[in-house]
Structures are given as structure tokens and as C-alpha cells.
Antibody, heavy 123, light 108 residues
Framework: EVQLVESGGGLVQPGGSLRLSCAAS????????MSWVRQAPGKGLEWVSA????????YYADSVKGRFTISRDNSKNTLYLQMNSLRAEDTAVYYC????????????????WGQGTLVTVSS | AIQLTQSPSSLSASVGDRVTITCRAS??????LAWYQQKPGKAPKLLIY???SLESGVPSRFSGSGSGTDFTLTISSLQPEDFATYYC??????????FGGGTKVEIK
């Protein structure tokens, strides 16, 4: 059974940093591209970033480019999101999501989501 | 970036009703469209991929159709457990991957 467990969320001041983690189990982690998708309170889904299975390719939404960095450690079956220069508009539940198809490259739709971790940016 | 416009943004329906949700892309995306269901406090769940392929384990009352710029999600006979918010998502062109604004299906 696919399990994705996010951690690392919390309250941070504007301009601060956080690192989110997503521990994966139940599948061959390195065989799937992974993504981060966020959802602001009461709002819709917003794709944030993605990374290929090998980690060689990364993709970002314009809203986070230059501030967020996605990475993965395939030896630890863990996905990360380093978030710097946080803004109030980054407040959201952050989900990690597993690509639906086995492939190093990003397929771009998701079969397998974590439960989410809440990031609140406020002074 | 490709924009997805869902309509309606919300609807009220009764158990047993046929429900149709529309998703329109700002440019052609072939059949690279997925539909998700999300219940309050929960992660999204994949229902349909490649515009019309039913994900394993999803009830057959859910169906998807369309290609190019116009897509629909249909629930043939609404069940109590189907009251939720539904999102379309395109994966034809990235970055960015994009989601529609969502359609909330409520009980009449």
C-alpha cells in the first residue's frame, strides 16, 4: 500500500524558512516522479513543484521559483521541499503526491497523496 | 500557462440525480486531463485520467469525456458519498501543471 507522510509544517514568520519532508513507503520510490501541491485555506489546489524519479529534472511554479527548492533522497525514500523567503500567501496545506505512472520523467497526474502538512506564514 | 475553467463552481443536487461538471482549457491539451474528488480535510483522490479512463476501484457511475479544450465529468446517479469538491487538472504542458478552480457538489 502506498503511504506518503509529510512533516515539517508549522508557524513561521514572513521571510523565514521551513523544510518539508515526505516519507514514502509501499512502492519503489526512485521509479516515480514526485510533486508538491498546496491548498490555501478554503481555496483550490495549486501545483508547486515536481522532480523526476532520479532527481535530475526539477520544475517549479512561477510563484515559488527562486524561493523553493525540491529535492529527493532515493536512499531514504524521502522527498523534500526547502522553502525560503516565505510570504503570507504561501500559507497552505502542502501535499506530496506520487505520479500515477512508473517513469523517471514527470507524467503529471497523481495516484497517491499524503495527508498534508500545514504551513502558516504570519507574524 | 494553460488555464482551466470549471463550471459551475458549485451545484446542489439530490441523491440519484445525474450531475455534469465542465472543464474548459485555455488551449488544446489533447486528452491529458485528470479529475479528482476531494472531501473536507482529506487529500484529493484520482477518479479519471486521460480524460476518459476510469481509475481502478472508482465506481462506474463516474465517467469522463472530451478532448482538446472541452471536457466533462459525469456522475450518472449521485450517491451520498459523492458530495465533495471536484477538480480537473491538465498534464499536457508543464511547467506549470494546472488545476481548475473546483466544483463543490452539495446536497439539495
Amino acid at each position: 500500500e502506498v503511504q506518503l507522510v509529510e512533516s515539517g509544517g508549522g508557524l513561521v514568520q514572513p521571510g523565514g524558512s521551513l523544510r518539508l519532508s515526505c516519507a514514502a513507503s509501499g512502492f519503489t520510490f526512485s521509479s516515480y516522479a514526485m510533486s508538491w501541491v498546496r491548498q490555501a485555506p478554503g481555496k483550490g489546489l495549486e501545483w508547486v513543484s515536481a522532480i523526476s524519479g532520479s532527481g535530475g529534472s526539477t520544475y517549479y511554479a512561477d510563484s515559488v521559483k527562486g524561493r523553493f527548492t525540491i529535492s529527493r533522497d532515493n536512499s531514504k525514500n524521502t522527498l523534500y521541499l526547502q522553502m525560503n523567503s516565505l510570504r503570507a500567501e504561501d500559507t497552505a496545506v502542502y501535499y506530496c503526491a506520487k505520479d500515477a505512472r512508473i517513469s523517471d520523467i514527470l507524467t503529471g497526474y497523481y495516484l497517491g497523496w499524503g495527508q498534508g502538512t500545514l504551513v502558516t506564514v504570519s507574524s | 500557462a494553460i488555464q482551466l475553467t470549471q463550471s459551475p463552481s458549485s451545484l446542489s443536487a439530490s441523491v440519484g440525480d445525474r450531475v455534469t461538471i465542465t472543464c474548459r482549457a485555455s488551449q488544446g491539451i489533447s486528452s491529458a486531463l485528470a479529475w479528482y474528488q476531494q472531501k473536507p480535510g482529506k487529500a484529493p483522490k484520482l477518479l479519471i485520467y486521460d480524460a476518459s479512463s476510469l481509475e481502478s476501484g472508482v465506481p462506474s457511475r463516474f465517467s469522463g469525456s472530451g478532448s482538446g479544450t472541452d471536457f466533462t465529468l459525469t456522475i450518472s446517479s449521485l450517491q451520498p458519498e459523492d458530495f465533495a469538491t471536484y477538480y480537473c487538472q491538465q498534464f499536457n504542458s508543464y511547467p506549470p501543471l494546472t488545476f481548475g478552480g473546483g466544483t463543490k457538489v452539495e446536497i439539495k
